[in-house]
């Protein structure tokens, strides 16, 4: 079960030729997804203001834009640095590399029905992580369900992602085992991963590709001085102490504690 290709069993019902072609489709829609998505928010009008506004701060050189560049890519995409909660972004590095993994072994079992054995397990392992870390996140680390005491079976829009991701994930994982072919199963398992990636413009799918951007550009914007025309952490200038718009914080220290950090809002 954990060597052989289940796509290459399929293969006896339904043509490679139209697995590869809906492979295909998959991803033009995603790459559509994501562009109308940007568009519809403004999110790169967004990032174009930003770089005009910046022009008169300090200039950064193309050295250090590259060092930014790999800052980024290596705390803020690959270890997820923006969570401050530990179980959090241990849930979420095993769904994001689960999802690649298991993403990348598809395509490879797919397009190569002789593939060798170590994609068929890089495709189990992937899958299995993306399981643990969104089952995970979903019972046990929302904050809806951990913070406010909702009930996990409560659902939302925004919650379109996730649930087609594992459902997709599953599924596929439950086909597999069950030996695979096309019935019931298999056409449940398109079904939900066509929402996965055909639902990007309603779902978070397309936050993947905009949040490095993000980052990208919340370093740059340090870095030339322009912090997006926010004060400054420092209350040393007088000038910048009479920017902040509450009066009490203005000769308040910089460090005042935990505050709601100091334990887990945990009192429904």
């Avoid at 995603?30 to 519809?40: I, Q, R, S």
């Avoid at 643990?132 to 996140?137: A, L, T």
Wanted: glycine share 8%.
């Amino acid at each position: 079960m954990f060597t052989s290709n289940p796509f290459a069993a399929l293969s006896a019902s339904i043509p490679p030729s139209v697995m590869q072609t809906y492979i295909v489709v998959m991803i033009i829609l995603v790459a559509a997804g994501t562009l109308f998505d940007v568009v519809h928010k403004g999110s790169a009008k967004f990032f174009f203001q930003n770089m005009r506004k910046a022009k008169g701060a300090r200039p950064v050189g193309g050295g250090e834009l590259v060092s930014i560049a790999v800052q980024t890519a290596v705390v803020d995409v690959l270890a997820s640095g923006e969570f401050c909660n530990t179980r959090r972004r241990i849930a979420h590095l095993l769904g994001m590399y689960g999802f690649v993994v298991y993403v990348v072994a598809t395509a490879v079992m797919v397009f190569n029905a002789s593939a060798s054995a170590l994609w068929t397990q890089l495709w189990w392992i992937g899958g299995l992580m993306v399981c643990v870390g969104g089952y995970w996140f979903w019972f046990f680390i929302r904050v809806d369900v951990a913070a406010e005491g909702n009930s996990p079976l409560r659902l939302m829009r925004a919650d379109l992602f996730i649930l087609s991701l594992l459902a997709s994930v599953t599924l596929g994982l439950v086909w597999a085992a069950t030996g695979g072919g096309a019935g019931v199963l298999f056409g449940l398992y398109i079904l939900a991963t066509t929402v996965l990636f055909a639902g990007v413009p309603w779902s978070k799918f397309a936050h993947m590709f905009f949040k490095p951007a993000a980052a990208f550009e919340k370093r740059v914007s340090k870095a030339n001085g322009s912090c997006a025309n926010l004060p400054t952490q420092t209350r040393d200038d007088p000038a910048q102490r009479e920017r902040h718009s509450m009066e009490l914080l203005r000769d308040a220290p910089m460090d005042m504690g935990l505050g709601i950090k100091r334990e887990a809002p945990r009192h429904y």
